[in-house]
């Protein structure tokens, strides 16, 4: 019995995150490279006089600005999905009966926040880091103080 709930807190803890990641990307697709790039920007660029390596510099420089841009605002996207769905999947977790299910959310929910924090860091401002942490620190502590020890779960 043990091991049935090892393997679905497991599972859990593995298909949450993903389901996040995924859905994100289903309802807003990251940039793709490719459609930010000039056509044939090394051939062209070779052929080109001065002042047409200039346009394609310039061009090619905008596009990479785009991108970037593109690549920040999904990433944020993913921020805004991943931490808060991961804190209340932690908190379900936590008040679920369920003990191999209620684990395998509350590592589900870690990882979730894991991963919206690691994959999207140099998008993030400062002060969002620091009070998404403070909101995550606490909920931790508040759950592992009030309603984890109170169980008597170890």
Same mark, same amino acid.
Request: glycine share 12%; with cysteine.
């Given at each position: 019995?043990?091991?049935?709930?090892?393997?679905?807190?497991?599972?859990?803890?593995?298909?949450?995150?993903?389901?996040?990641?995924?859905?994100?990307?289903?309802?807003?697709?990251?940039?793709?490279?490719?459609?930010?790039?000039?056509?044939?920007?090394?051939?062209?660029?070779?052929?080109?006089?001065?002042?047409?390596?200039?346009?394609?510099?310039?061009?090619?420089?905008?596009?990479?600005?785009?991108?970037?841009?593109?690549?920040?605002?999904?990433?944020?996207?993913?921020?805004?999905?991943?931490?808060?769905? =991961?804190?209340?999947?932690?908190?379900? %977790?936590?008040?679920?009966?369920?003990?191999? #299910?209620?684990? *395998? @959310?509350? /590592?589900? =929910?870690?990882?979730?926040?894991?991963? %919206?924090?690691?994959?999207?860091?140099?998008? #993030?401002?400062? *002060? @969002?880091? /620091?009070?998404?942490?403070?909101?995550?620190?606490?909920?931790?502590?508040?759950?592992?103080?009030?309603?984890?020890?109170?169980?008597?779960?170890?």
């Amino acid at each position: 019995m043990i091991a049935k709930k090892i393997a679905l807190g497991f599972g859990v803890a593995i298909v949450f995150p993903m389901m996040i990641h995924f859905g994100v990307k289903t309802f807003s697709p990251p940039p793709q490279r490719g459609d930010y790039q000039v056509e044939d920007y090394n051939l062209r660029y070779r052929e080109a006089g001065p002042e047409e390596k200039n346009e394609l510099r310039e061009e090619k420089n905008g596009l990479d600005e785009q991108f970037r841009i593109a690549e920040e605002k999904f990433q944020k996207t993913t921020f805004v999905f991943a931490v808060p769905f =991961g804190l209340i999947a932690i908190c379900l %977790g936590a008040y679920l009966p369920q003990r191999g #299910l209620g684990a *395998g @959310l509350m /590592f589900g =929910g870690i990882f979730s926040a894991v991963h %919206g924090y690691v994959n999207n860091w140099g998008a #993030l401002d400062d *002060g @969002l880091k /620091f009070a998404s942490m403070v909101v995550a620190f606490g909920l931790l502590l508040y759950l592992a103080l009030k309603k984890i020890e109170t169980r008597g779960d170890t």
